[in-house]
Each structure stands twice: as C-alpha cells, then as structure tokens.
C-alpha cells in the first residue's frame, strides 16, 4: 500500500486547485479521481459554455478553463490517478486513513480532503412514463453538445440556473424552447431570467409539470403538460426535454465513517473546511460550513480549498506556518 501525506479525492475544479496548493505547500499528496478526465462539472454538464465570473478571467470556455486548471495542477508533478473511485475511507487506530479504490485498498494517508462535488453527477429524474424509454432518444439531462439540438423544439423542466443556462446556451440552433417550471418561483439569476426574456425563441411557463412523455418508438415527438394552478392538462409538440432539476448529492457515501451533514446534503465542515472526524477536510461544492445557502461556484470552491489545504499543512506538520509564503515570491 502507498504511503502519502495526503489523498485529494477528486480531480473537479476544487480537487484540481487543492492539488496545486497541496505542491506549493510541499504536502507529498495524491489525487484520485472516480472518472477518466479532470474538470468535474465543467467538463460532464456544460464545457462548451463560456465562463465569466472567474477573478482576472474575463471570458473562457468552460473546457478551455478546466485544460488551464489541470496546467496549473500538474505545476509541481503531483500523482493524478484517474478512474479511481474512492469506495472507502477506513480509519486505523494510529490516527491515519486507508483509502479503498474501486474495492481495493490502495493508499495509507495521514489526511484526506474531500472535493467530490455532486459525485457522479446523478441527475434527479422526473419519474414519468416514457422517461426511461426515450433517454438519450429525446430526453437529457444536460447539454453537451449544443448541435445535438438543431431545428428542435425543446422543452426543459426547472426553473434553477441550469435550465435558463441551457435554454441561452440552445437558443441560438433551435426552433423554439419552452422552460417549464412547476411551483411558479424561479430560483436562475436575475440576469440568466432577463436575457430570456429578451429572445423570443424562449418561453417560460409557470407552474407547469410534465406529466408523461410520448414518442414514436425512436424519438420523442410530444408531452403531455399539467398546468398545476388550473388543474387542465393539454400536449405539447416537442422534440426533445431537458430535465435540469438538480443531481443527487450525497455527503455520506463511505460506509467506514460519518460525516455530519447539513440538510443531508453537504458535508458540514468548521471555518477551517475540516469536517467532524479529524484530518478529513472537504472543500468546493460538497462542503458547507453553515445551513445558508450555498455558493457553489469555481472560484469560492478554489478560495476553501486553498484555506483547507493550508489548515491540512499546519495537521500535518504542527510547527510550520498556516500561511505559505505568496506564490508571486516563486520564481518557477
Ligand atoms: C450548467 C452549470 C453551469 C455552471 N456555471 C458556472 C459558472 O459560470 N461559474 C461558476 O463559478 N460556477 C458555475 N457552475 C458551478 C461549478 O461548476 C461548480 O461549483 C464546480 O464544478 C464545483 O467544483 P467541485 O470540484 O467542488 O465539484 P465537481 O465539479 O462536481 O467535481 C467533483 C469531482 O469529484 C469526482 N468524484 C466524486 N466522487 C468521487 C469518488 N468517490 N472518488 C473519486 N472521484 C470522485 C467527480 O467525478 C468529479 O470529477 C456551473 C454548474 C453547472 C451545472
């Protein structure tokens, strides 16, 4: 079994900045991540997408970014494993931690940051009829090609950012979209919901569920709609249906210990992003320190794992500094 300093488990945008730190803080650590490619969410739910709200970063593509993000992990040749998926994380009586890959025991650590985002991306399902016999034939769950799209009339189900993102992002090659949200309260940004207003390609209808989804045996070609306020249900000729209604988090996924939790749904972490089980720190979108809600963005993701790694160095080594020096002291 190897020994290591510390394991970072996952290589999503938190995971990857994690791992630049833990090189200019000289943590001998190990990066393990469950699929064959960095970038979390950025490279499986939206990477032709521009982003805009990075510090210093005025506008890049989501999977241009996740390539400089990796550039800046590999800074200090770090051990990146891919097609790693933690399966446990089973503390010794000395105080470490032996982590289980893909069933096998595989590395002993004195500590762990936790940067698993929403897992494996499991989308939440509508659970109708014809849900499951037309996935991929008519019904996603993301956008990952925008040309999958073209001359299709669309519907998306949810009112959050990722169904206005992705009803801006189709705009543009599609015949018409309609986002359909259920309890008349739209949660997407105030900007995202403004600009899709403004294109007449795109309708957004309150309180309305899908309540069966039809097609001809290859793709889907109509939906039947609930409007929830006047109880009437009529059809919709659609194309395709995006369901963009969350993915299923989980903050307890390892059966060797538990972690405290907020809402079930985040890893309660202390302003420091250690969790209740010393020498296990999470960080970015599956950490929470308080029950507000969460900003689960990139660059607040980056900013905790910064501060986790610098508070896993001072675990680590009691003596050293819980700052490092700047990186612009660095001359590499
Ligand atoms: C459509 C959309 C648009 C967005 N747009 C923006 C934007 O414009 N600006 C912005 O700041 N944010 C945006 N976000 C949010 C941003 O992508 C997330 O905040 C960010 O990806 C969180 O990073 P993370 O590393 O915490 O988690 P994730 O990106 O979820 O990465 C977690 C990684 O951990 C891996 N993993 C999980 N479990 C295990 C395991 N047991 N073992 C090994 N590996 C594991 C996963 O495979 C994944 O690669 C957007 C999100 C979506 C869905």
């Given at each position: 079994m190897e020994e290591v300093e510390l394991v970072i488990i996952g290589a999503g945008p938190a995971g990857l900045f994690a791992t630049f730190c833990a090189g200019l803080r000289a943590i001998k650590s190990v990066t393990l991540e469950?699929?064959?490619?960095?970038?979390?969410q950025m490279h499986e739910l939206y990477p032709e997408k521009k982003v805009y709200d990075i510090q210093g970063i005025p506008k890049m593509v989501s999977s241009e970014l996740a390539k400089k993000m990796y550039e800046q992990a590999t800074m200090f040749n770090p051990k990146i494993v891919f097609n790693?998926?933690?399966?446990d994380i089973i503390p010794t009586e000395g105080g470490r931690f032996i982590l289980e890959v893909n069933g096998e025991q595989a590395y002993e650590s004195k500590a762990v940051l936790i940067c698993a985002g929403v897992g494996y991306f499991t989308p939440n399902k509508l659970n109708v009829e014809g849900e499951g016999t037309y996935a991929d034939k008519g019904v996603y769950y993301k956008v990952k090609s925008i040309a999958d799209f073209k001359d299709d009339r669309v519907i998306i189900v949810g009112g959050g950012d990722s169904a206005f993102d992705y009803a801006l992002q189709i705009e543009p090659v599609v015949k018409s979209v309609i986002i359909a949200q259920h309890n008349g309260i739209l949660k997407a940004a105030e900007s995202s919901i403004t600009a899709a207003k403004e294109k007449p390609k795109i309708r957004v209808m309150l309180n309305t569920e899908i309540k069966k989804i039809f097609g001809n045996g290859e793709k889907v070609n109509k939906v039947d709609i609930l409007?929830?306020?006047?109880k009437t249900s009529s059809y919709l000729d659609v194309d395709s249906v995006i369901v963009a209604i969350g993915h299923k988090a989980n903050p307890n996924i390892f059966k060797s210990i538990t972690f405290e939790s907020v809402n079930e749904r985040y890893i309660k972490v202390d302003t420091n992003y250690k969790t209740n089980i010393d020498g296990i720190y999470a960080a970015g979108?599956?950490?929470?320190?308080?029950?507000?809600?969460?900003?689960?963005l990139l660059a607040v993701g980056g900013a905790e794992a910064y501060v986790a790694i610098n508070n896993i160095k001072k675990y680590l080594?009691?003596?050293?500094?819980?700052n490092g020096e700047h990186s612009s002291n660095l001359n590499l």
């Open positions: 469950g699929l064959e490619t960095y970038g979390g790693s998926d933690v399966t409007d929830n306020v006047s979108d599956i950490a929470d320190v308080s029950n507000e809600p969460k900003f689960a080594s009691p003596q050293s500094s819980l």
